[in-house]
């Protein structure tokens, strides 16, 4: 199976800065990535689906890009809402897999 | 509005099998799949397997094979999740979403609110 690897695990960030989270493939999934927030408590929620395309609903602030095996989630300026655990996930090959996930904590 | 309703909290023993619903609403069913994923306490993002709700045809992680079953009743609008032997480990939280992928698993956009399934003896 295909192995997400997203780093740092821990992103210590003040609001209004720019947020980098990482997320490596061991093989190939071409562009089919997705990213989630998850909050405490709540059930995750999409953000990014073909590696740059946002979800419904979803500010512009966040971004994503990469392809084959490295991506990258970008939030432009953080916001109080965005303190968070961000995941990324292939849906290139079965099964679909998740990575660890990157806590976005405020600095 | 969209949204996907599931049952509640379960308790079971070691052994027993535990089985749960996932009510949609507001959409189509039969134009998404359902995508089970689960979450044990204080840990990561877990996907379980994958139903088409149009054809019923299944995909299942290799970890879960011969001890998950997921179905869809079509008529309520309603998929399932059937998880038998249960162990201690198999505590967590369990949630259906819907997929934007028809024939294939993509990505989740409605979750469910969750179904915490405690194991314990």
């Known amino acids: 199976e295909i192995v997400m690897t997203q780093s740092p695990a821990t992103l210590s960030v003040s609001p209004g800065e720019r947020a980098t989270l990482s997320c490596r493939a061991s093989?190939?999934?071409?562009?089919?990535l997705a990213w989630y927030q998850q909050k405490p408590g709540q059930a995750p929620r999409l953000l990014i689906y073909?590696?740059?395309t946002r979800a419904t609903g979803i500010p512009a602030r966040f971004s994503g890009t990469g392809s084959g095996t490295e991506f990258t989630l970008t939030i432009s300026s953080l916001q109080s809402e965005d303190f968070a655990v961000y995941y990324c996930?292939?849906?290139?090959?079965?099964?679909?897999?998740f990575g660890q996930g990157t806590k976005v904590e405020i600095k | 509005q969209v949204q996907l309703v599931q049952s509640g909290a379960e308790v079971k023993k070691p052994g027993a099998s535990v089985k749960v619903s996932c009510k949609a609403s507001?959409?189509?069913?039969?134009?998404?799949?359902i995508t089970w994923v689960r979450q044990a306490p204080g840990q990561g993002l877990e996907w379980m397997g994958w139903?088409?709700?149009?054809?019923?045809?299944?995909n299942y992680a290799q970890k879960f094979q011969g001890r998950v079953t997921m179905t869809t009743d079509t008529s309520t609008t309603t998929a399932y999740m059937e998880l038998r032997g249960l162990r201690s480990d198999d505590t967590a939280v369990y949630y259906c979403?819907?997929?934007?992928?028809?024939?294939?698993?993509?990505?989740?956009?409605?979750w469910g609110q969750g179904t915490m399934v405690t194991v314990s003896s």
């Open positions: 996930q292939q849906y290139n090959n079965w099964p679909r897999t």
């Open positions: 507001g959409y189509t069913f039969t134009n998404y799949g």
């Open positions: 073909g590696a740059s």
């Open positions: 139903i088409s709700t149009y054809k019923g045809n299944t």
């Open positions: 979403a819907r997929d934007l992928g028809s024939s294939s698993s993509i990505a989740f956009d409605i």
């Open positions: 093989q190939s999934v071409s562009s089919n």
